[in-house]
């Protein structure tokens, strides 16, 4: 079975910092895609961040970056100089053969 | 923020009602999702249409059905709610293939009593 495992149910971070969430996914599919996703708290999931398997280079939004093992079937999502409207959930993401699979989540906090 | 709209976004039910779920979307996407997601857990897919009149079930067994006579339209009914339905639906959209990016609505909670 497809599975996205999330490893850290929750992480905080001092604003300004650099914190790294942790997410492994496990398919014996060449071809699939990888997502970051946020959902701030009463609000709507967005997307942070998409990689596409077949790329070997990290896929990078302004502060966002990840770390794509393919080998070791990893995805961690890297949040720089990270702000206070970073605190959320984040749910990373795969999609192989019409199927999506979420993690359970990551909740992020952020300290002032 | 995404064009996805989602109503109610609080319900609070009695068992035995029959209820609906509303999701409007203005993207024109052809695909649309229905997830669960229970307080700090994963999203379980239960539904999802590729086009009008095209509806499949998700991997997560769901006693709810969907309808999708309009693009943009895509409501999800409870027949006879039950406590056991008392959780998150979010709404989702997508341009075109699995690959996209999703676009989700604000979600609804319901509370089956």
């Known amino acids: 079975a497809q599975t996205v495992t999330q490893s850290q149910p929750e992480m905080s971070v001092q604003e300004a910092e650099t914190v790294t969430l942790s997410c492994t996914y496990d398919?014996?599919?060449?071809?699939?895609?990888l997502f970051w996703y946020k959902q701030p708290p009463s609000r709507q999931m967005i997307l942070v961040i998409r990689?596409?398997?077949?790329?070997?280079q990290n896929a990078t939004e302004n502060r966002f970056s990840v770390n794509f093992q393919k080998a070791a079937k990893s995805f961690s999502l890297k949040i720089s100089d990270s702000q206070l409207g970073d605190a959320a959930m984040y749910f990373c993401?795969?999609?192989?053969?019409?199927?999506?699979?979420f993690g359970a989540g990551t909740r992020l906090t952020v300290k002032p | 923020e995404a064009d996805i709209y989602q109503t109610p976004r609080y319900l609070v039910i009695g068992t035995g009602k029959k209820i609906t779920l509303e999701c409007s979307q203005t993207?024109?996407?052809?695909?649309m999702y229905w997830y669960q997601q229970d307080p700090g857990m994963e999203l379980h897919l239960i539904h999802y249409?590729?086009?009008?009149?095209?509806?499949e079930k998700g991997d997560l067994s769901s006693e709810s059905t969907v309808s999708r006579i309009r693009t943009e339209h895509f409501p999800l009914t409870l027949e006879s709610a039950r406590p056991s339905h008392t959780s998150q639906y979010l709404c989702?959209?997508?341009?075109?293939?699995?690959?996209?990016?999703?676009?989700f609505g604000p979600g609804t909670r319901l509370t089956v009593l």
């Open positions: 989702a959209s997508s341009e075109g293939e699995y690959t996209d990016t999703q676009y």
């Open positions: 398919t014996s599919e060449s071809d699939y895609y």
């Open positions: 990689q596409e398997a077949y790329k070997q």
């Open positions: 993401a795969a999609t192989y053969n019409n199927d999506m699979r």
């Open positions: 993207m024109g996407h052809d695909k």
């Open positions: 249409s590729y086009g009008v009149n095209s509806t």
